[in-house]
């Protein structure tokens, strides 16, 4: 059974950073495209960033240069590095493992960016 936990959300002011992490339990972490999406109150979920099992990444256009995705396969962990931080970030962040028709979610971490 896959399972994901995210942590690392919290209250961060415009400017600041934070880094969340999505821990993934079971067989085939290496083998997964790993996203992260956010949804912000009254919005749709959306895709943030997103890193392939051969490293390939792909980015939000609203966080290019200011987001990075990276992976940990020692520890089965998916990082999202947040840096210069928006009010327009806020939102519950989820990550998401995916490998063919099969997708796995996380409980979600809440992001807020305080101008």
């Known amino acids: 059974q896959v399972q994901l936990v995210e942590s690392g959300g919290g209250l961060v002011q415009a400017g600041g950073s934070l880094r969340l992490s999505c821990e993934i339990s079971g067989s085939g972490f290496s083998l997964f495209t790993i996203g992260w999406y956010r949804q912000a109150p009254g919005k749709q979920r959306e895709l943030v960033a997103e890193l392939t099992s051969d490293d390939n990444t792909n980015y939000a256009d609203s966080v290019k240069g200011r987001f990075t995705i990276e992976r940990d396969n020692a520890v089965s962990t998916v990082y999202l590095q947040m840096d210069s931080l928006k009010p327009d970030d806020t939102a519950v962040y989820y990550c998401?493992?995916?490998?063919?028709?099969?997708?796995?979610w996380g409980q979600g971490t809440q992001v807020t960016v305080s101008s």
């Open positions: 998401n493992a995916k490998f063919w028709s099969t997708s796995y």
